[in-house]
């Protein structure tokens, strides 16, 4: 997502040091002021300050402030406040940084827990909550804390993140507190409102988090979703695998799902393909195999859409059944879904 310009400006101000950072802000409105705190203080917190976001004059500082052994944020921004507004102020701008960040994310902080920590969290919620939390997470993380959870929450949690979509964002906004305050108090004993999701997004959310489980956990997954809803369960199976992972895909599977194309259909598949798509495509198959669809291409004019899909479902419907066997691996984001 592109950067604002006051998250530009934030990061530029986070490369320099306490004492310069609170000159260049001499004379600047305080609330200005509390807005650069806050953008900076969210992408901190979102692990997006980093030197490839700043402007190449500070790129070579940015880096060196990125080692955690030279670079404090919290006193860094304590500091530079305090140098700015007075202490006082300071501490207010403070107070408020971490309510608003609350109100933009609620589930910000609960990101950075540790895998243990909302592992222990989570298997004592309801869960409806855990449903909640995990389609928040990326995808790999949901399902490493779903493979560690008892059988009875995992396929009861994955039940009602089927019907997540309906969920308002001041319920999500209560439930991500309720459980950051679980993790404080964990953490302390040793141990604005979210964005609605539309109903595809949602189980093609559930389908990424179910492919990483071990195929025995997956399938009883799956299972148990097809039992409660047959016709949610279908979907969330089909959206295990769709023609936008193929970049993701392992190159042997890949090339078993291809071999029972032709030229024809290959050309046909990648009629408009993304360049990643067409670059993994072209990349399985043989010298003479990707001269021969470059050749049927040059011959198509104006091929039927439906012709096109066709094709690509021929192709997909191989890779998913390869998965149902197990035999495919995906390259995950740490974002995706």
């Excluded at 298997?123 to 490493?144: F, M």
């Excluded at 994955?158 to 309906?166: E, L």
Aim: glycine share 8%; aromatic share 2%; with cysteine.
């Amino acid at each position: 997502m592109p950067l604002t310009g006051k998250q530009k400006a934030a990061l530029l101000l986070g490369s320099l040091d306490p004492a310069t950072a609170a000159e260049m802000l001499k004379g600047v409105d305080t609330k200005i002021v509390q807005e650069l705190a806050v953008e900076l203080s969210y992408l901190d917190a979102a692990g997006q300050r980093n030197a490839r976001q700043t402007a190449e004059i500070a790129r070579q500082f940015c880096k060196s402030l990125q080692d955690q052994s030279g670079f404090h944020f919290k006193s860094f921004l304590h500091e530079m406040l305090k140098n700015t507004v007075g202490d006082d102020k300071a501490k207010q701008i403070q107070g408020d940084i971490q309510e608003l960040l609350q109100k933009r994310d609620p589930f910000l902080t609960i990101r950075s827990a540790s895998l243990d920590t909302l592992v222990a969290v989570l298997g004592t919620e309801h869960p409806q909550a855990v449903a909640v939390v995990l389609s928040e997470l990326p995808a790999k993380r949901s399902s490493e804390i779903l493979g560690r959870l008892g059988d009875g929450m995992r396929v009861s949690t994955v039940s009602r993140m089927t019907g997540i979509a309906g969920i308002t964002p001041e319920a999500k906004a209560r439930i991500a507190q309720m459980v950051q305050q679980r993790i404080e108090a964990m953490s302390a004993g040793g141990g604005a409102a979210a964005i609605q999701v539309r109903p595809d997004q949602s189980l093609r959310k559930i389908a990424v988090i179910v492919r990483n489980l071990d195929k025995g956990i997956r399938d009883g997954v799956l299972d148990a979703i097809a039992q409660k809803d047959k016709d949610v369960g279908e979907k969330v199976a089909g959206l295990m695998v769709i023609w936008e992972d193929i970049p993701s895909l392992n190159d042997r599977a890949l090339q078993q799902a291809l071999r029972g194309l032709d030229e024809r259909q290959l050309a046909l598949a990648l009629q408009g393909a993304s360049p990643q798509i067409s670059a993994k495509i072209k990349g399985n198959i043989s010298e003479r195999a990707g001269a021969l669809v470059d050749e049927e291409t040059s011959l198509m004019s104006s091929p039927k859409k439906e012709d096109i899909h066709q094709a690509r479902d021929a192709i997909v419907t191989s890779l998913q059944e390869l998965n149902k066997k197990g035999e495919l691996t995906f390259a995950e984001e740490q974002n995706d879904a």
